[in-house]
């Protein structure tokens, strides 16, 4: 069974810093692209970072700059660093794994504040 726990999400000011982290377990997870998507209420679910089995990574352009992914795949956990925060970054994040089959975890709530 196939299970993404997200951990991190929190309320915090514009300006700020939150580190999220997703736990993978049921999937041989060095194999997989590892990504970050978001979500606000009315909008589509939108790419924030991915990275590859290799390590290489790419990231929407709204966040290049203040948003790092990393992967430890002895740990089978990605981050997502999230640096100098705005109010336009509050949404629900999702965790999500994809080789053949997409998996997503339960989202974590990221707050804002101006």
């Known amino acids: 069974q196939v299970q993404l726990v997200e951990s991190g999400g929190g309320l915090v000011q514009a300006g700020g810093s939150l580190r999220l982290s997703c736990a993978a377990s049921?999937?041989?997870?060095?194999?997989?692209?590892m990504a970050w998507y978001r979500q606000v209420p009315g909008k589509q679910r939108e790419l924030v970072a991915a990275?590859?089995?290799?390590?290489?990574?790419n990231y929407a352009n709204s966040v290049k700059g203040r948003f790092t992914i990393s992967r430890d795949n002895a740990k089978n956990t990605v981050y997502l660093q999230m640096n100098s925060l705005t109010p336009e970054d509050t949404a629900v994040y999702y965790c999500?794994?994809?080789?053949?089959?997409?998996?997503w975890g339960q989202g974590t709530q990221v707050t804002v504040s101006s």
């Open positions: 999500n794994a994809r080789r053949v089959t997409w998996y």
């Open positions: 049921g999937i041989t997870f060095r194999i997989y692209i």
């Open positions: 990275i590859e089995s290799d390590g290489s990574t």
